[in-house]
Nanobody, 129 residues
Framework: QVQLVDSGGGLVQAGGSLRLSCVASGPSFDRHALGWFRQAPGKERVFVSG????????EYADAVRGRFLISRDKAKNTVYLQMNSLKPETTAVFYC??????????????????????WGQGTLVTVSS
């Protein structure tokens, strides 16, 4: 069983930056692919970024590519999402998600929410114009 705790959200002006964190309790990140999703008010949850369990492969939604960076610290069982040049349309609750991946899919990232096994409680990001 994995428990994820998201943090780092807050209120920021357009053009600013935030770094989200997600701490996992339970097993280490070995064979755990990770992802960030966001859900705006009244909208469905959508993919933001993914990281393979090897840590070698990443993927980003087109809307954030070049501005966001996903990373992890295995020693701390923590995954981060550095968000730069934030835009008002980014306002949403951000969720960290975790998937226990097969050994042979070490370099695969996952972009669909149903592929994940665990998720955090979410952290609210509000970007003012």
């Amino acid at each position: 069983q994995v428990q994820l705790v998201d943090s780092g959200g807050g209120l920021v002006q357009a053009g600013g930056s935030l770094r989200l964190s997600c701490v996992a309790s339970g097993p280490s990140f070995d064979r755990h692919a990770l992802g960030w999703f966001r859900q705006a008010p009244g909208k469905e949850r959508v993919f933001v970024s993914g990281l393979s369990w090897s840590g070698e492969e990443t993927e980003y939604a087109d809307a954030v590519r070049g501005r966001f960076l996903i990373s992890r610290d295995k020693a701390k069982n923590t995954v981060y999402l550095q968000m730069n040049s934030l835009k008002p349309e980014t306002t949403a609750v951000f969720y960290c998600e975790d998937k226990y991946a097969p050994q042979y899919e070490s370099d695969r990232y996952y972009t669909r929410e149903y592929e994940y096994d665990y998720w955090g409680q979410g952290t609210l990001v509000t970007v003012s114009s």
